[in-house]
């Protein structure tokens, strides 16, 4: 029966088809759907980890005990997980292991735009790439089979477009995978040395093996064809505008094992036409591999090298110009930008408008506190990676100089703090840094939809779970100072922060209070407007709430949107603004 | 047969993304293949969304040029704007009166909320339907019908989908205690198509 699924709906399907066992992963944009619809079948047991190289290291456990396995992230947490990856390569597999990597082309929502398909090439393992919500469905439940058959971890990339492509798809049973058990084997999974060199070896065997298959593949590697003036080699979700636009003048050679590139196929395919391009997104590699075998292809001059593509740039690449015209002008209009903001009633909003009227530093981190780097609370300093606020926070508050140091904190939020930002304070702590810590306890992974982490106290299913507690292990590290306040209280954090600046070690501050929407809060009563003592001064509006509008210099409150969080009213020195009393 | 492509804008939280979900069932309904697109994560607070559903016998790819949407429906007046140039030429724009006003607008920073924002959309499209969803759908007693009764605005001039299609993808997507108010909601949105 045919299906309407999300792209990731379909590889969680394809997955639970192939009879996997066990899912794991830490959630990132556009990752994140996979792993939700995977806890859904009961005959799956699925997890988020604290970061991705631990999802993967269990979900290679999984492997070496026979069942199938499957670890999802989008591709910055590939950088994480790189460890075990690369060397998961060597070891090979049991059971079938599928590793996701969901690229962000366009940077919807990342801080990078790295093609992890270079990463698929660097570690040796073998690629698959589906181009549209069917393919994420079929081609994920015969990875897995690749994955056994050819002994190695199976990257499967995707991307925004088709992570987030909602399709039609045909739906199939679940079966069940050959029956295998651990078996002892320390040549095969003990990496010292002396086994690697021998792995070193198995890893060029099975790539060649991978190749030949590649080669002979029709269902992997198809070629529609269509006459030799002109033919395109295309891969993944740029598959779509190529044979949307050419299916009627060119052949077109679609990729779906990308590494190894099946290059006897390719090397085939470009001497049966005359004119041959690639069509694929961010980095040329297919085009590079074409060029370094000595063939004439046309592809990245065509082309932008960042971003998406779409049709219109598909269209003027193949074509020259595009069919589709803008006819209607809007290059005299001004539409105001519409970013993203801090949910009104949302606990960081009251910490950045702090930060912000003290002037300190603040080093970031990646989460919805990120928004506190934009208008009109622009408090934010820094923000690079995963963890990152800690270490940079140290680096600054000890190289910073006057004005800097001793006025330097790091901000991360809680999910962020035990995906990597444990280690970066026991640096602090050893090292004898004087830098405060600030992390924002909302108990959920928040920006990513409200996904539980180990400081929540569910599991996936929403079931109880242990809970860690983040007083009792920065106290474990070592750290002396720590403070857990209360973020809507403004007077409370700004008395905070200055005495923990002035401490000559290590402290940590954690802001506790749930997330609003995640946790469906409703703070308090509505705030009002009394104009007669309003003073039109805006600090009510440069807290950023989305519930605060503006009419005449004077604020006005969507009463369906406050959420009586008070930061506001705490900021306005006249007291123009109150809670409303309910009638 | 040609690809239809249908532009769904608005601010996050608007209920854009059910719409387009709602959509894309009738076209399965209806026998067709369909392709969406959309861009989840930071949107969600606030920002504007968008997404793209393309309908027809064979839809290779997912996202709409610019310039080739041949419907735009706009949950608001002001994101109706910033996409009205991806209607094509004979493209038919249905735009919900509500108005909400960015931050940037109230920091005075890249202008304030168009005044005469209506006046300027029916100058640059040929073919507008302006209406005052939220009204209705506060009459109906639920705010989140207004995706409904904009997908039943859409239905009056969409040959391409009957109207019973629109029906079992609404009894599909939702249970069935709100459905009966859903199936009220789209009724009132072919009345003022």
Not at chain 1, 325 to 348: A, E, F, M, Q, W
Request: charged share 25%; with cysteine.
């Amino acid at each position: 029966m045919k299906k309407l699924m999300l792209g990731n709906e379909a590889v969680a399907r394809g997955a639970w088809e192939a009879g996997v066992a066990f899912g794991s992963g830490y959630p990132g944009t556009p990752s994140t759907e996979i792993l939700e619809y995977l806890v859904k079948y009961d005959d799956v047991l699925a997890q988020w980890a604290p970061n991705e190289k631990v999802g993967y290291e269990v979900a290679m456990g999984v492997s070496l005990a026979g069942k199938r396995a499957i670890v999802t992230m989008k591709h910055v947490g590939l950088n994480v997980a790189a460890d075990p990856f690369f060397s998961s390569s060597y070891m090979g597999v049991n059971g079938g292991l599928i590793c996701v990597s969901a690229d962000d082309p366009g940077m919807h929502s990342s801080q990078d735009e790295q093609d992890n398909r270079l990463l698929a090439k660097a570690a040796k393992v073998l690629m698959v790439e589906p181009s549209d919500v069917e393919e994420c469905r079929w081609m994920t439940k015969e990875a897995f089979t690749l994955s056994e058959e050819f002994d190695s971890p199976i990257l499967l990339r995707l991307t925004t477009r088709v992570c987030h492509q909602t399709g039609v798809t045909i739906t199939e049973e679940r079966l069940t995978p050959p029956l295998k058990r651990f078996v002892k084997d320390i040549a095969k999974y003990v990496l010292l040395p002396s086994n690697a060199r021998e792995r070193r070896h198995r890893v060029e065997e099975r790539l060649r093996k991978a190749l030949k298959f590649g080669n002979e593949s029709d269902k992997w590697n198809p070629v529609f064809k269509n006459g030799k003036k002109i033919g395109i080699i295309t891969s993944g979700v740029a598959f779509g505008y190529v044979y949307e636009l050419m299916n009627n003048e060119a052949s077109i050679m679609k990729i779906g094992i990308t590494n190894p590139l099946p290059v006897d196929r390719i090397r085939k395919f470009a001497e049966s036409v005359e004119k041959l391009y690639v069509v694929e997104e961010l980095e040329p590699y297919i085009e590079d591999t074409l060029k370094a075998m000595g063939i004439k292809v046309l592809g990245s001059e065509l082309r932008p090298h960042t971003g998406e593509l779409n049709l219109s740039i598909v269209e003027r690449m193949l074509k020259g110009s595009e069919s589709t015209k803008v006819t209607v002008d809007l290059s005299d209009v001004k539409i105001n930008h519409r970013p993203p903001t801090l949910c009104p009633g949302c606990s960081h909003r009251g910490m950045f408008t702090v930060f912000r009227d003290m002037g300190l530093k603040v080093m970031g981190d990646i989460g919805c506190y990120t928004l506190g780097a934009i208008n009109p609370l622009k408090s934010m300093d820094s923000c690079m990676c995963m963890g990152a606020s800690i270490g940079m926070a140290e680096g600054l508050d000890r190289f910073g100089g006057e004005g800097v140091s001793g006025k330097t904190i790091g901000v991360i939020g809680d999910s962020t703090f035990f995906h990597s930002g444990i280690t970066g304070l026991i640096d602090m702590v050893i090292n004898k840094s004087k830098a405060t810590i600030v992390i924002l306890d909302n108990r959920l992974t928040a920006m990513t939809g409200g996904q539980v982490h180990p400081g929540t106290g569910l599991n996936m299913k929403g079931e109880e779970a242990p809970k860690v507690d983040l007083v009792d292990l920065c106290k474990a590290i070592g750290v002396k100072r720590i403070k857990v306040i209360n973020p809507y209280n403004l007077e409370e954090v700004k008395e905070t922060l200055e005495e923990e600046l002035k401490a000559e070690e290590v402290s940590v501050i954690i802001a506790k209070a749930p997330c609003v929407l995640g946790f469906k809060v409703k703070l308090g009563d509505v705030v009002e407007v009394n104009v007669e003592l309003c003073t039109r001064c805006g600090k009510c509006i440069r807290v950023g709430c989305m519930a605060i509008g503006e009419k005449d210099g004077y604020p006005t409150i969507d009463e369906n949107l406050c959420n009586g969080c008070g930061v506001c009213v705490q900021v306005c020195e006249p007291k123009a603004l109150t809670f409303k009393k309910k009638n | 047969m040609n690809i239809v492509n249908i532009m769904l804008s608005g601010v996050g939280g608007q209920g854009i993304l059910t719409s387009g979900r709602i959509l894309a069932l009738a076209a399965l309904d209806r026998g067709l293949d369909v392709k969406m697109s959309e861009v989840h994560g930071m949107s969600q607070r606030g920002g504007n969304v968008d997404s793209h559903i393309r309908i027809g016998e064979n839809v290779p790819s997912s996202l709409i040029p610019r310039g080739g949407a041949d419907y735009l429906i706009s949950f608001e007046m002001m994101e109706g704007l910033r996409y009205l140039d991806y209607l094509k030429p004979d493209g038919r724009a249905i735009i919900s009166k509500l108005k909400i006003s960015p931050l940037s607008s109230s920091l005075k920073k890249g202008g304030s909320y168009p005044q005469n924002i209506e006046e300027i959309i029916l100058k640059k499209a040929p073919y507008v339907k302006m209406i005052d969803a939220d009204k209705i759908a506060k009459e109906l007693g639920d705010i989140r019908m207004v995706n409904i009764i904009l997908l039943g605005v859409l239905s009056k001039s969409f040959s391409l989908i009957e109207r019973s299609n629109f029906e079992n993808a609404i009894k599909q997507r939702f249970s069935p205690k709100i459905t009966p108010l859903c199936l009220k909601a789209f009724e009132r949105g072919i009345e003022n198509g």
